[in-house]
T-cell receptor
Framework: SQTIHQWPATLVQPVGSPLSLECTVEGTSNPNLYWYRQAAGRGLQLLFYSVGIGQISSEVPQNLSASRPQDRQFILSSKKLLLSDSGFYLC?????????????FGPGTRLTVL | EDQVTQSPEALRLQEGESSSLNCSYTVSGLRGLFWYRQDPGKGPEFLFTLYSAGEEKEKERLKATLTKKESFLHITAPKPEDSATYLCAVQVGGSYIPTFGRGTSLIVHP
């Protein structure tokens, strides 16, 4: 199984509050993992990716951070949420298919910042 | 500047009315092109990967094709359950990170 779990499924938070979203994956060890944000009317925006424990690459400067404390765990965090952080957050894993890499997505977390 | 452009943004079809969705790209050195289906409130579901011009892949009523500049997702005799947003993404050689288009929202009326 290469299942991806995301928690929580939905979240409503006030501006200025902290955030922690969790992604855990099953199956192959040392997967490449990704965090995306999907805002209404916009495409998928890559936020962070990780090729291993403690290795995080950030694609865009922002109010968010990511960590990978365990091989199959990827966490998205913020110290103080902004209204603009609202969106649908998706965790994805990369799976090697032959000589090519394909991405598969988790169920997502809907975050509303009020 | 968008490297991946999907059209139309929205498409309404009657059940059984076949049509095509377009994904055009301007990247060089295409490594792979991916199609996903996304239902409201859910994560994208992987459909196809296309690697080279001329390649075609089919799944039920869906058929994806690829040229050097674009890909088409053909939907034959669609049903209401085909209603969803269809996303296209491209992967360029040297990077495993795909670039996504904004998607086409498809609604099929019974």
């Amino acid at each position: 199984s290469q299942t991806i779990h995301q928690w929580p499924a939905t979240l409503v938070q006030p501006v200025g509050s902290p955030l922690s979203l969790e992604c855990t994956v099953e199956g192959t060890s040392n997967p490449n993992l990704y965090w995306y944000r999907q805002a209404a009317g916009r495409g998928l925006q890559l936020l962070f990716y990780s090729v291993g424990i403690g290795q995080i690459s950030s694609e865009v400067p922002q109010n968010l951070s990511a960590s990978r404390p365990q091989d199959r765990q990827f966490i998205l965090s913020s110290k103080k949420l902004l209204l603009s952080d609202s969106g649908f957050y998706l965790c994805a894993r990369e799976i090697l298919s032959g000589a090519y890499n394909e991405q598969f997505f988790g169920p997502g977390t809907r975050l509303t910042v009020l | 500047e968008d490297q991946v452009t999907q059209s139309p943004e929205a498409l309404r079809l009657q059940e059984g009315e076949s049509s095509s969705l377009n994904c055009s790209y301007t990247v060089s050195g295409l490594r792979g092109l991916f199609w996903y289906r996304q239902d409201p409130g859910k994560g994208p579901e992987f459909l196809f990967t296309l690697y080279s011009a001329g390649e075609e892949k089919e799944k039920e009523r869906l058929k994806a094709t690829l040229t050097k500049k674009e890909s088409f997702l053909h939907i034959t005799a669609p049903k209401p359950e085909d209603s969803a947003t269809y996303l296209c993404a491209v992967q360029v050689g040297g990077s495993y990170i795909p670039t996504f288009g904004r998607g086409t929202s498809l609604i099929v009326h019974p």
